[in-house]
């Protein structure tokens, strides 16, 4: 392994939190004209967690990250900066982040959104490891939360059998004993912007305007399009955390992916020769809740034992911009 010697941003707290209400398979075959048989083959979803009206993204984010600061011992008032992840957020304006700052009571802290879609926890992982390694914070809550649901065309068979809602946090803090975010990557590619979108809510739509599709309230996606794109650009991201950190497969722990498919997850193994044990995958439970399903993952797989302190972990995403990432941590 390359030398990481020096201060790193080490994972020192990590929580999630959930929506109670479950929509299933069977659920949505009563909605649109579909079947448990279809999305279970197809995506490997069984089930997702969705908010009701008054669960919104904040309210998720700051759940997981009372679990988060919680495990990590630190008291909200003690956090310097809180960035989330979202495509989702609270409202237009202000960011989702300074809502969670309020719940939270962290007023030491600067707080904002960051939108890299379902690359967006990687991304902030990233922003804070500069943040810590040039030594200008000590401490930083990362969180990746969404309402997908919210934005559901419920009409759409393509896209509403794919999405949940939930959120994931982990509170990062300065170490200096070889733990850490070691090394990120971090990719985006606007051409395809199309791929993946939900155009109302901006500038090119204003307020005072109908718009031109009333679908554009909705998430848009052209799954096949980006099907293949994830399987090259996770795999991408995988070798060159390898390469970069001088390691072998075998070094690897766990390799933590968004959760789009579990399809394009075991494409990944199979082509990278990955055993399943390490390619954790709950996309069953939760389906596809976008930039939080890494974090909701971790919180996971830690709880059950999965991953261990001092363990090697890659966690690796791919989504809407197109926007792709990996970061390894030695945990
Ligand atoms: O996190 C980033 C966002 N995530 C993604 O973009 C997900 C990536 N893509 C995928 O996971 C897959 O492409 C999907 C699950 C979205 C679709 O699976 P697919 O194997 O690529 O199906 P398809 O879109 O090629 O559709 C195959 C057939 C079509 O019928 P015809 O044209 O062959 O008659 C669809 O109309 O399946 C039909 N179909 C459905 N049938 C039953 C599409 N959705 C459904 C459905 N139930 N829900």
Known sequence: MKDFSGSHGGISGYGSFVPEKILTNEDLSKMVDTSDEWITTRTGIKRRHITTDEETTAYLATEASRRALSKAGLKANDLELIIVATITPEMVFPSTACFVQKELGAKNAFAFDIGAACSGFIYGLSIVQQFIENGNL???????????????NWKDRKSCILFGD???????????????????????????WKALNCQAYG????????????????MEISGREVYQQAIRRIIECIKSCLAECELKLDDISMVISHQMNARILESVMKRLKLPAEKMYMNIAEYGNTSSASVPIAFDECIRNGKINRGDIVIFVAFGAGLTWGATLIKF
């Open 203 to 218: 500038s090119r739509h204003p307020s005072d305007k109908e718009l031109d599709e009333p679908n554009k309230i909705y």
């Open 138 to 152: 000590n401490n930083a809550l990362v969180i990746g939360a969404e309402t997908l649901t919210k934005i559901t």
């Open 166 to 192: 939930g959120a994931g946090a982990v509170v990062v803090e300065r170490c200096d004993d070889g733990r850490g975010i070691l090394y990120s990557t971090m990719h985006s590619n606007g051409t395809r």
